[in-house]
């Protein structure tokens, strides 16, 4: 069968088995291998895109089920040469340990904060709950989310790069 969806702002069409999920879709048929693959059960996470703007496990749905819709992944989060402030939030408060489960985190951390724009503490967890980061550590995940909530327009140099005007400061 055919399927066409709009990925990262770029429209894709492709001949599949009707069987084949979306993450193998995006990993083996367009190459984006930011999206990882851990459990295949629904358990951890870490295939989570965007799909309309709402976080979805990618290991739970059929490519054919994107048919027609948007599907934004983590090579999608930066525009215009800039991170995402999630993505500057992970450098600046280390939220990155072994990096499995950082795509699904970061693009999950970006639809709250796309809906939330200043969740505390309990709504960043409650976000992530449905992740399992294998590195233990969800102290410097929630506390990157925090930062990229208070720096809503971060772009330019990656914080600790030395030329941000924050950087200077510091
Ligand atoms: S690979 Fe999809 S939830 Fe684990
Ligand atoms: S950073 Fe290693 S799994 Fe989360």
């Known amino acids: 069968m055919q399927v066409s969806m709009k990925v990262n702002g770029e429209e894709v069409t492709r001949e599949i088995e009707p069987r084949v999920l979306l993450v193998h879709f995006i990993r083996e048929e367009l190459g984006l291998t930011g999206t990882h693959w851990g459990c295949d059960t629904t358990n951890c996470g870490t295939c989570v895109v ?25 090579e999608g989060l930066a525009s215009n040469g800039s991170l995402d402030p999630v993505q500057q939030g992970f450098m600046a408060e280390h939220g990155l340990q072994c990096g499995f489960c950082t795509p699904g985190m970061m693009l999950t951390a970006r639809a709250l904060l796309d809906k939330n724009p200043h969740p505390d503490e309990l709504q960043i967890r409650q976000a992530i709950s449905g ?4 590195c233990t550590g969800y102290a410097t995940i929630v506390r990157s989310v925090q930062w990229a909530a208070e720096h809503p327009a971060a772009a330019g140099d990656p914080p600790g790069t030395g ?8």
């Open 50 to 74: 965007l799909l309309d703007g709402q976080p979805v496990k990618s290991c739970t749905v059929l490519a054919a089920s994107a048919h027609g819709h948007e599907v934004r992944t983590v």
């Open 131 to 134: 992740q399992i980061c294998r």
């Open 163 to 170: 030329t941000d005007e924050e950087d200077v400061r510091a």
